[in-house]
């Protein structure tokens, strides 16, 4: 069960309505000032752009959540953006949404619409993720036992290789969600028939992949 749902990578959409082109990006955040960072980068991206409206949500509980307007009609910009990513229950994120005017004006419920699409689609672009509390580690093992060992580590959705070193024997960098460590360490152990290293595992909160929370 995922206890917070964020995306898990930067994201880019472009959508064009009555000659008015839309311009979204969704990405995953840590803090205020990395919100403020993205706005700012889009506004330098994009100096010439009619508007740069966006809203992100820094908590699960929905606290740190802000959103802006910046000049269209209050309640057409912002807060569609902000529903977008509230409906798929998403937390840790921003989404910005630049828009280049076409000449030709699209109403409240067309500014709405647009919005809406604008940040679907840059959210479903960036896919989603679980933020877990993680254990990483690393596992060293002969040659032989790597050989048996690496096509299990391919199969099991519960580990993440995020690294791999050559040298005497092979030592593997791990990453196993907090709640999966026991199990996953006696199944390597019995895997390796207890030849291995492990060092220490270090605790960390980490994006986890959504198709990866079920094994």
Request: hydrophobic share 35%; proline share 3%; with cysteine.
């Amino acid at each position: 069960m995922c206890a917070s749902l964020t995306v898990l990578g930067g994201s880019e959409f472009e959508y064009t309505v009555n000659k008015s082109r839309f311009i979204s990006v969704t990405e995953h955040i840590e803090s205020k000032e990395d919100a403020l960072n993205v706005i700012q980068r889009e506004k330098s991206r994009f100096p010439d752009a009619t508007h740069h409206c966006w809203a992100y949500i820094l908590e699960e509980s929905g606290t740190g959540t802000k959103f802006s307007d910046d000049g269209e009609p209050s309640g057409t910009a912002g807060m569609p953006i902000l529903n977008v990513m509230q409906k798929q229950g998403l937390s840790h994120c921003i989404t910005v949404v630049t828009r280049y005017f076409g000449g030709i004006l699209l109403g409240a419920g067309g500014l709405v619409r647009a919005y809406t699409n604008s940040a679907v689609g840059s959210v479903s672009a960036a896919g989603t993720a679980c933020i877990e509390l993680c254990e990483s580690f690393c596992v060293t093992v002969s040659y032989p036992v790597y050989e048996r060992l690496r096509p299990a580590l391919a199969a099991d959705k519960r580990i993440i290789v995020s690294g791999t070193d050559y040298a005497s024997g092979v030592t593997l960098r791990l990453c196993v969600r907090q709640s999966d460590f026991d199990a996953v360490c006696r199944e390597l152990t019995s895997c390796c028939s207890g030849n291995l290293t492990m060092t220490e595992p270090r605790r960390e909160s980490r994006l986890w992949p959504q198709q990866q929370t079920d094994n």
